[in-house]
């Protein structure tokens, strides 16, 4: 009953530095405003597009078994924190199956990742946070945060 | 001495021709013999050979070993007419034999009437076919290296655009020809396209069994906390399994496994990670089913299994004490950061490493067993490795009876028809000449000297492949091998087909893109949060490639040049 009352945060992650980040925001959050922290890992094959000879169903299920491990250690460290959790694994273009799951649980914020950019990447890889972001915005009711910068829908 | 058996050949023949004639009591028949090669003593098949008078003419075509036998009537010949004898062929400049009287005396004569005109070199023709296939292959080699296009999409436009030239733009302009189908399907190789497919069937039933997951777990128990001993025990796993499988499986398999295990040790994973990609690249060399480069020298130059694990296995396995130092040297900051487990995460590691399929991995190991035996005395009883691959595969798929939809969509058929386009592909620049020319410059350059054809070849297919897929580079660069161990002398012990298969292997630690083991690695890696960028891999690499190539090249040299090979 509690559960249904409370706010959650959906909480995009992949592990490494940068991904710790967007957690600790999304602990941060969830901790100071008794969220429940939802967390989400996308399985994602694209990178083999262009690789001969992997067996992509192999390649799949390594990556959900991955997925499995780092939501583990991230729901680990949020329990530490008397976060409640949930984590949800999903396959598939990023974006889109944040947006499908943010809708299916109703959550009222996003958190997501800004990751860092060489100086000649800045340009392009801005622009794809921004479309990526955009993209998201647009298509739920969620507010969206950004780990290091607050942006509002 | 292979010329000499073939003119005995053609003279007993010619002998049993004039034999039968004998008996008939009268001569209607007679032949011209003879063998067609290039510039490089190469035979030259499906040469037009033509005997031409002002009123006669008879044709015939050479054969693949290049001899041809020209059947002619000598009643419908004059002796004292001039008679040209004409050679032709796509490619080539057309060579024209005037008969001189003696000649065309041998072709009177009762017993035998035939005449023989020994070895008869035709020089190359640079044609605008031979451009258009430059280009093709070089566009491939872009495709595949800026991935604008998937190696088998690039591959299959290569040969379509062959082909388009040939029989389209010939009509137009002749001078576009390349080749024509059925002369392009020689070239296919079918023992590599069999030896991949068997050993894709039973690559499929062990990636499913979690042996690799187990094994690396097993690692990080027997390390006991030393994590250079764990480095140095997967990087002994990931040399085992590229050697036996091959380097992108075991790297699908080993990735995923190995950031839990650094992730659970709270260190960066890609201090285990390099090392293993690294491994992987390394020993796929020592046998002949470890790397797809090393399937087409084998082939190609019939290097057994046998002989790539007695003439590389040494450089291999010193090649890696080499990684293990050097990787100890380099990522000992990250190594020494490792943490104390949680016992809740590495409960979940234990759990996720577990044998996933005992009953199949039993079985595999049975069969693999069986197969690396075969592998072994299988040259004695002149049993080809695609035989074996594909009799494994099928023991194995009888024993198990998994589903065989799931197992034939296991094999990956875009592989497959890879190989079989780069084989076209790689046969229209062969076709035209251009890997003729490849191999006079790099004869030229080496100057009959073994050891700097060794250098050259080692460590230009080392650089080369950090830059350019490895693949299609080995398949054009065999001709050239085949040329240079023909014409070097010492080199007939197919010392130069071993540096091929070290540089264009070990290369591939030169760089993200030199090997497909490395990017599906980076692939992986980078969905755990830790992105490997070409930067990276191109600093942590490239000494690699130095210190790796250089103990092979110290390896090969000892073995083939102070050994006796």
Known sequence: MHNLIMSSILCAIRGGPESQITLNKAME???????????VYVVNLDFLSTITGVNSSVAEEELHSMGEFILEIAQEEAQDKNIETKSFIRQGNIAEEIIKLANEINADYIVLGKRKATQEQATTEQSVVLDFIEKIALETTAKIVIAENEIKE | MKGIIIYLLLISFSFALAEGNAKNTSIDKAAIFGVIKDSQNQAVSDALVELITAKEHFSSYSQADGSFALAIDPNRLEPNQITILKISRTHFESLEIELDSSQMAMLFLKNPASLSLGEQTLKRHISL???????????VLVFIATGWLHNTLAALVGASLAFL????????IPEMYIFRFPRALTYIDWNVIF???GMMIVIAIVEHTGIFQWLAFAAYKASKGKMVVLMAILVLIASIGSAILDNVTTMLLMTPIVVRIALTLKINPLALLMPSIFASNIAGVSTLVGTPTNILIGSYAGISFNDFLINQTLGVVLALLGLIIYSQIIFRKELNAAAKASPKILAKLEESAKITQPGNLKKS?????AMLILFVVGEGIHLNPAVIALMGST???VWIRPNIEEMIKAVDWTTLVFFMMLFVVVGAIQEVGLIAQIATLLANIVAGNLLLAMIVVIWSSALLSTVIANIPFTAAMLPVIAYLSATIPGAETKVLFYCLSVGAAMGGNGSLIGASANMVAAGISERAGYPI????????????LFISVSIATIWLVLRFMVFGG
């Open chain 1, 29 to 39: 959050m969830a901790s100071q405003q008794n969220l429940i922290l939802n967390l």
């Open chain 2, 129 to 139: 076919g031979f451009w258009l296939a430059a280009i093709i292959f070089i566009l």
């Open chain 2, 165 to 172: 030239f040939t029989y389209l733009g010939s009509l137009i």
């Open chain 2, 195 to 197: 030896l991949i497919m």
């Open chain 2, 365 to 369: 190991a049975w069969v693999g067993l």
């Open chain 2, 395 to 397: 023991a194995l798929l």
């Open chain 2, 533 to 544: 960028s070409y930067g990276y891999f191109l600093k942590k690499g490239m000494p690699i």
